[in-house]
Nanobody
Framework: QEELVESGGGLVQVGGSLRLSCVASGFSLKNYAVGWFRQAPGEEPEGIAC????????YYTNFVQGRFTISRDSAKNTVFLQMNSLDSVDTAVYYCAALGGISTPEAMCLIGRMGMDYWGKGTPVTVSS
């Protein structure tokens, strides 16, 4: 079965850190651009951090630039999102996604959920003050 499974979400205080993981099963992430999206209550999912297929270019939205880092471990077929200096506005459900044939990480982050080849079930993150 081909799927993405996220983990690592939870409750954290403002200023804290979390590391999200996304494990791919049934296919190799090496052939896909990967990204993290988040959906706050009442809003549409937004792409916040994306990595190109080769793994040498990243894109971050202004909201997370400098605080979040996306990375991929090909040996473990896993994508990570390191989140530092968390704020209450970061509270959301976080999803990972994979998309083949996309040229840039920015393009991937700007494509909506329906354009993805793979989409995980999400892991919730709550940042409390």
């Amino acid at each position: 079965q081909e799927e993405l499974v996220e983990s690592g979400g939870g409750l954290v205080q403002v200023g804290g850190s979390l590391r999200l993981s996304c494990v791919a099963s049934g296919f190799s992430l090496k052939n896909y651009a990967v990204g993290w999206f988040r959906q706050a209550p009442g809003e549409e999912p937004e792409g916040i951090a994306c990595l190109n297929i080769r793994g040498d270019k990243t894109y971050y939205t202004n909201f997370v630039q400098g605080r979040f880092t996306i990375s991929r471990d090909s040996a473990k077929n896993t994508v990570f999102l390191q989140m530092n200096s968390l704020d209450s506005v970061d509270t959301a459900v976080y999803y990972c996604a994979a998309l083949g044939g996309i040229s840039t990480p920015e393009a991937m982050c700007l494509i909506g959920r329906m354009g993805m080849d793979y989409w995980g079930k999400g892991t919730p993150v709550t940042v409390s003050s």
